[in-house]
């Protein structure tokens, strides 16, 4: 593909008292779904906004398919589909009503747009609900028609904020299987931000992770780990005798740290150290109850990075 | 779940602009089978009905002593309040219930698709972002002008039928302008309010904000005018003919600001033109001999040249608050 779906270049969204979106360079190529991961408040929206040209970067630049959303924003805005945050429509107008609005303002015509709503709202699994009021439509619903709202102007770019935040696990799922069928099906490139990681990396070519409006990592979700590591490794152990195994295990180069669980002990080393741990407790007749390696997931990563931020689910 | 989509032709730039008439579009359909509509024209039609009866009935009692040619007879249903009737004229209560219309249908523009969370959705399909506020105010607008014109027909139908004068070539321009007028008077208030929805989050904060805005200009204007004209031109004990007319006229000058004197003083140009009760200051300063000499109604040339300035400031006002929506809107963030 010659043409990246998206491409910023140290792209900056600075306020008067603090930087949201810190020189963000990005690449998201034709067709692929990349997660925007981050903590609350990682100035993903920031990020988003500006790709469609509804705030104004401080500095850098943005293309999306090729045009500039500050320079062409009409352009951006009729090839990409956007599904905000807590996306709302307007209570008194049923879904279908809500649809040919959005119709309307992409100045499609009748003929066209109304079988076109038809079929995406079979689509998203609301053809019993669109005649329906959306003020009575729940959380999940509104998601689920947000992405119809967005498909019906046929965007080659779809852009979902937190699509995932406050659903249940079965709308979770049916919300990521609709994702992963649009792309296969029509071949449209999904930007998608979230702050569960471990909801939506299964749908996700690459990600990126995101920490106070700087992108710390980029890639698929299997390199990340590998990028993020930094060289170190986790090992878990348990033994027989606690007491004395600490001195032995500090004793050993290359330990840096031992988080002393309950029934076994975490220990963060710069390398794995699981023979020299063996070596060592062995020579002092310290039992060995446990032994493991473990496998960094995304999910670890992700934890070390935010804190308790990216738990609070 | 799997279902193939038909295909949207993708449209073509140059087909992308005037969005604000899809705005206006959706927003007057809105407006029209809102329950607020329903209220606001229950309560107008109710009483610009009782306001007519009561004016034919002030008329026809009146009719035998006047001459049925008498100039502007037929506006007297618009205005008139018999002795014995306790229902203010219609005019009055256009001016009293015109801002609350006004209000009604600008103090949630935007701050209600704020709440509903439609904002960034409407912000991010192919229009300008200032589609939206004018769109709003079009939609607004032609809601106010059309039960304007509608309730200044059931006015002048029932005058008709009831006591039987058509108006007459002048008459009708009279009224047409105070219908305008009237228009531009409530869209002042749309305006101020809809700014309020900009810069206010919560749509019942700005409701409340206009209505507090409405209630202080229209109880506290005169006596803030009273106050300062006295500061700016003292009027001592033993006043010179001039010191008086230096009170009255910064009095005047200050009261431009409030668009209900303004509103009050067009009308009554337009509508009473015997009515000389403000332009005590015109009566001088007219080097035409006549107006002050004669005591007869006001031609229609010489209101139209009277109500000008009114109009004008009213219009400026009215501008002045929708710029002041349309800069607040620009420059504010999509988010909440």
Same mark, same amino acid.
């Given at each position: 593909?010659?043409?990246?779906?998206?491409?910023?270049?140290?792209?900056?969204?600075?306020?008067?008292?603090?930087?949201?979106?810190?020189?963000?360079?990005?690449?998201?190529?034709?067709?692929?779904?990349?997660? /925007?991961?981050?903590?609350?408040?990682?100035?993903?929206?920031?990020?988003?906004?500006?790709?469609?040209?509804?705030?104004?970067?401080?500095?850098?630049?943005?293309?999306?398919?090729?045009?500039?959303?500050?320079?062409?924003?009409?352009?951006?805005?009729?090839?990409?589909?956007?599904?905000?945050?807590?996306?709302?429509?307007?209570?008194?107008?049923?879904?279908?009503?809500?649809?040919?609005?959005?119709? !309307?303002?992409?100045?499609?015509?009748?003929?066209?747009?109304?079988?076109?709503?038809?079929?995406?709202?079979?689509?998203?699994? /609301?053809?019993?609900?669109?005649?329906?009021?959306?003020?009575?439509?729940?959380?999940?619903?509104?998601?689920?028609?947000?992405?119809?709202?967005?498909?019906?102007?046929?965007?080659?770019?779809?852009?979902?904020?937190?699509?995932?935040?406050?659903?249940?696990?079965?709308?979770?799922?049916?919300?990521?299987?609709?994702? !992963?069928?649009?792309?296969?099906?029509?071949?449209?490139?999904?930007?998608?931000?979230?702050?569960?990681?471990?909801?939506?990396?299964?749908?996700?070519?690459?990600?990126?992770?995101?920490?106070?409006?700087?992108?710390?990592?980029?890639?698929?979700?299997?390199?990340?780990?590998?990028?993020?590591?930094?060289?170190?490794?986790?090992?878990?152990?348990?033994?027989?005798?606690?007491?004395?195994?600490?001195?032995?295990?500090?004793?050993?180069?290359?330990?840096r740290r031992i988080d002393r669980g309950e029934d076994h002990w975490?220990?963060?080393?710069?390398?794995?150290?699981?023979?020299?741990?063996?070596?060592? /407790?062995?020579?002092?007749?310290?039992?060995?109850?446990?032994?493991?390696?473990?496998?960094?997931?995304?999910?670890?990563?992700?934890?070390?990075?935010?804190? !308790?931020?990216?738990?609070?689910? | 779940?799997?279902?193939?989509?038909?295909?949207?032709?993708?449209?073509? %730039?140059?087909?992308?602009?005037?969005?604000?008439?899809?705005?206006?579009?959706?927003?007057?359909?809105?407006?029209?089978?809102?329950?607020?509509?329903?209220?606001?024209?229950? %309560?107008?039609?109710?009483?610009?009905?009782?306001?007519?009866?009561?004016?034919?009935?002030?008329?026809?009692?009146?009719?035998?002593?006047?001459?049925?040619?008498?100039?502007?007879?037929?506006?007297?249903?618009?205005?008139?309040?018999?002795?014995?009737?306790?229902?203010?004229?219609?005019?009055?209560?256009?001016?009293?219930?015109?801002?609350?219309?006004?209000?009604?249908?600008?103090?949630?523009?935007?701050?209600?698709?704020?709440?509903?969370?439609?904002?960034?959705r409407l912000l991010s399909q192919p229009i300008h972002r200032d589609?939206?506020?004018?769109?709003?105010?079009?939609?607004?607008?032609?809601?106010?002008?059309?039960?304007?014109?509608?309730?200044?027909?059931?006015?002048?139908?029932?005058?008709?039928?009831?006591?039987?004068?058509?108006?007459?070539?002048?008459?009708?321009?009279?009224?047409?302008?105070?219908?305008?007028?009237?228009?531009?008077?409530?869209?002042?208030?749309?305006?101020?309010?809809?700014?309020?929805?900009?810069?206010?989050?919560?749509?019942?904060?700005?409701?409340?904000?206009?209505?507090?805005?409405?209630?202080?200009?229209?109880?506290?204007?005169?006596?803030?005018?009273?106050?300062?004209?006295?500061?700016?031109?003292?009027?001592?004990?033993?006043?010179?003919?001039?010191?008086?007319?230096?009170?009255?006229?910064?009095?005047?000058?200050?009261?431009?600001?409030?668009?209900?004197?303004?509103?009050?003083?067009?009308?009554?140009?337009?509508?009473?033109?015997?009515?000389?009760?403000?332009?005590?200051?015109?009566?001088?300063?007219?080097?035409?001999?006549?107006?002050?000499?004669?005591?007869?109604?006001?031609?229609?040339?010489?209101?139209?040249?009277?109500?000008?300035?009114?109009?004008?400031?009213?219009?400026?006002?009215?501008?002045?608050?929708?710029?002041?929506?349309?800069?607040?809107?620009?420059?504010?963030?999509?988010?909440?």
């Amino acid at each position: 593909m010659a043409e990246p779906a998206i491409s910023t270049v140290e792209l900056t969204k600075r306020y008067e008292d603090f930087t949201a979106v810190d020189s963000l360079n990005l690449t998201v190529k034709e067709g692929e779904i990349f997660g /925007l991961l981050g903590p609350n408040g990682a100035g993903k929206t920031t990020t988003i906004l500006m790709l469609l040209g509804l705030s104004e970067p401080t500095s850098g630049t943005a293309s999306v398919t090729g045009l500039s959303p500050t320079r062409q924003p009409l352009d951006v805005k009729r090839v990409v589909g956007y599904v905000p945050d807590n996306v709302g429509f307007y209570a008194d107008l049923t879904g279908r009503q809500n649809l040919e609005y959005t119709a !309307r303002l992409n100045r499609m015509a009748r003929a066209d747009y109304e079988t076109r709503i038809t079929d995406l709202v079979a689509q998203v699994g /609301l053809t019993d609900a669109v005649d329906r009021p959306a003020g009575t439509y729940s959380r999940g619903m509104r998601q689920r028609l947000g992405i119809a709202d967005a498909l019906v102007k046929n965007p080659r770019l779809l852009i979902l904020d937190e699509p995932t935040i406050g659903i249940d696990p079965e709308g979770l799922r049916e919300i990521l299987d609709l994702i !992963r069928t649009l792309r296969e099906d029509s071949g449209v490139t999904v930007l998608l931000s979230s702050h569960l990681l471990h909801q939506v990396q299964s749908i996700c070519d690459r990600v990126g992770i995101f920490v106070e409006g700087k992108m710390v990592a980029e890639g698929p979700v299997r390199e990340l780990a590998a990028q993020l590591k930094q060289g170190g490794a986790t090992i878990e152990v348990a033994v027989d005798d606690w007491a004395r195994a600490g001195d032995v295990m500090y004793a050993i180069p290359g330990i840096r740290r031992i988080d002393r669980g309950e029934d076994h002990w975490v220990i963060s080393a710069e390398t794995d150290l699981r023979p020299q741990i063996v070596k060592a /407790l062995a020579e002092r007749g310290i039992g060995l109850l446990h032994l493991k390696l473990r496998e960094e997931a995304l999910d670890v990563i992700y934890m070390n990075h935010f804190g !308790r931020d990216g738990h609070n689910s | 779940m799997a279902t193939t989509v038909s295909q949207a032709p993708l449209q073509p %730039i140059r087909r992308l602009s005037g969005g604000w008439r899809v705005v206006a579009g959706k927003e007057l359909t809105d407006h029209l089978i809102s329950i607020r509509f329903f209220i606001l024209i229950a %309560i107008m039609g109710l009483s610009a009905i009782a306001a007519v009866y009561s004016a034919a009935g002030g008329i026809r009692e009146a009719s035998a002593a006047i001459d049925s040619d008498f100039p502007g007879l037929f506006l007297k249903l618009f205005t008139i309040q018999p002795e014995s009737s306790r229902i203010p004229p219609f005019f009055a209560l256009v001016a009293l219930l015109g801002p609350l219309f006004g209000i009604a249908f600008g103090f949630d523009a935007v701050n209600g698709e704020r709440s509903q969370g439609t904002l960034p959705r409407l912000l991010s399909q192919p229009i300008h972002r200032d589609d939206v506020i004018n769109g709003k105010f079009v939609a607004g607008l032609s809601v106010i002008g059309l039960v304007l014109v509608l309730l200044t027909m059931i006015v002048a139908g029932v005058g008709i039928v009831r006591i039987g004068v058509t108006p007459s070539v002048s008459e009708l321009i009279r009224i047409v302008g105070y219908v305008v007028v009237s228009i531009v008077y409530i869209g002042f208030w749309l305006a101020l309010s809809s700014l309020f929805s900009v810069v206010l989050r919560k749509a019942s904060t700005s409701a409340l904000a206009a209505i507090a805005a409405w209630l202080v200009a229209s109880l506290f204007a005169l006596l803030f005018v009273g106050i300062v004209a006295d500061i700016v031109s003292p009027v001592p004990d033993q006043p010179t003919i001039d010191e008086q007319i230096a009170n009255a006229k910064t009095q005047r000058n200050l009261s431009f600001v409030f668009p209900q004197s303004l509103y009050q003083e067009a009308t009554i140009a337009l509508l009473e033109p015997e009515q000389r009760t403000f332009d005590i200051l015109g009566l001088i300063s007219l080097q035409n001999p006549q107006s002050g000499a004669i005591r007869g109604p006001l031609s229609l040339e010489q209101s139209l040249s009277i109500v000008w300035p009114q109009v004008t400031g009213l219009i400026a006002l009215t501008v002045i608050c929708f710029a002041g929506t349309y800069v607040a809107f620009m420059r504010q963030e999509v988010r909440a």
